[in-house]
Nanobody
Framework: QVQLVESGGGLVQVGGSLSVSCAAS????????MAWFRQAPGKEREFVSA????????YYGDSVKGRFTISRDNAKSTVYLQMNSLKPEDTAVYYC?????????????????????WGQGTQVTVSS
């Protein structure tokens, strides 16, 4: 089992920046690929970004590419999402997810079905 706790959400103005974090506990963090998904009211859950177990591979959804950066610190068992140039359409609950993948990349890192563990989510609201 892996427990995931997101933090850092909040209210930010259009064009601003915000960083969210996800702290993991339980099974070895470095054995897991990590990802961020988001879900806005009335919409389906959307892939945001993912990072391999080593941090050597990163993936981004088209809507956030060039604005968001994912990173991880295996020593702290934490994954981060730095969000810049925020837009109103970035408003959503952001969920952290983990997939057990020791030493190998996920075959479908952008698919929610690839992930075994999910956090409770943190709200990000971008005001215009």
């Amino acid at each position: 089992q892996v427990q995931l706790v997101e933090s850092g959400g909040g209210l930010v103005q259009v064009g601003g920046s915000l960083s969210v974090s996800c702290a993991a506990s339980g099974r070895p963090f470095s054995s897991h690929a990590m990802a961020w998904f988001r879900q806005a009211p009335g919409k389906e859950r959307e892939f945001v970004s993912a990072i391999s177990w080593s941090g050597g591979s990163t993936y981004y959804g088209d809507s956030v590419k060039g604005r968001f950066t994912i990173s991880r610190d295996n020593a702290k068992s934490t994954v981060y999402l730095q969000m810049n140039s925020l837009k109103p359409e970035d408003t959503a609950v952001y969920y952290c997810a983990a997939a057990f993948s020791p030493g190998m990349p996920l075959s479908a890192p952008k698919s929610s079905g690839s992930y075994d563990y999910w956090g409770q989510g943190t709200q990000v609201t971008v005001s215009s």
